[in-house]
């Protein structure tokens, strides 16, 4: 069966420390793959798009990669800041026009 | 430009009862997609509109059902409302051919059933 898995529930983390956040998937072949960050009550928000030729995406702080041999995407979070703790989603798109599915989502805590 | 607009943003009805949760789409954007998501849990895909057309389902029953307007803003119908529908429902609307923006959600519509 198709699973989109996000190996952390939660990741704590230090102030100006490096957070990387992982993103499994099994049984997609996804033509993009997408992250968006949500806070608490509130809906997601895009962040980066990667598609499926590309290995990695910057901006800002921000950095994915996307290795469809190991059906991993990685994301990172530079010099982390307390206001960057929000839930990570990652998110599939198999085709244009086809809906977007999403992983559980990992809560990122920032400690100042 | 204006964003996703939901409404109501909170709503408690009674099992058994009917609901109708509303949504503007971004403008210039015509495919509206909705979710529901459970606490702790990431977005589930209902069903996606586009120009007015159900373009494709997830795995909802057919209590659940939509609609998309020639303005392309949406509705979503929930009837015969059970316990575990109690949930935050959200709204993305997007236009194909540009997924290097993302979907655009709005803030949702927390739904309680008692």
């Known amino acids: 069966s198709q699973k989109i898995e996000q190996n952390s529930e939660a990741l704590n983390i230090q102030e100006g420390k490096t957070a990387t956040l992982t993103c499994n998937y099994t049984?997609?072949?996804?033509?993009?793959l997408q992250w968006y960050r949500q806070d608490p009550g509130r809906g997601p928000v895009f962040l980066l798009l990667?598609?499926?030729?590309?290995k990695e995406k910057r901006k800002e702080r921000l950095k994915v990669t996307f290795d469809t041999t190991l059906k991993q995407s990685l994301f990172h979070i530079t010099a982390s800041q307390p206001a960057d703790s929000a839930t990570y989603l990652c998110?599939?798109?198999?085709?244009?026009?086809?809906?977007?599915?999403f992983g559980k989502g990992t809560r990122l805590s920032v400690i100042a | 430009e204006t964003g996703v607009t939901q409404s109501p943003t909170h709503l408690i009805k009674t099992r058994g009862q009917q609901v109708t949760l509303r949504c503007s789409s971004q403008?210039?954007?015509?495919?509206v997609s909705w979710y529901q998501q459970a606490l702790g849990q990431g977005p589930q895909f209902i069903f996606q509109?586009?120009?007015?057309?159900?373009?494709g389902r997830g795995n909802f029953p057919p209590r659940f059902s939509g609609l998309q307007f020639p303005n392309y803003s949406s509705e979503l119908n929930v009837n015969a409302l059970e316990l575990d529908d109690s949930a935050l429902y959200l709204c993305?609307?997007?236009?194909?051919?540009?997924?290097?923006?993302?979907?655009?959600f709005g803030s949702g519509t927390r739904l309680t059933v008692v």
């Open positions: 993305a609307s997007s236009f194909p051919g540009t997924s290097n923006y993302g979907y655009t």
């Open positions: 049984n997609y072949s996804p033509a993009y």
């Open positions: 990667i598609r499926e030729n590309e």
């Open positions: 998110a599939l798109d198999a085709r244009r026009n086809t809906p977007l599915v």
């Open positions: 403008s210039g954007h015509n495919t």
């Open positions: 509109y586009y120009r007015e057309e159900e373009n």
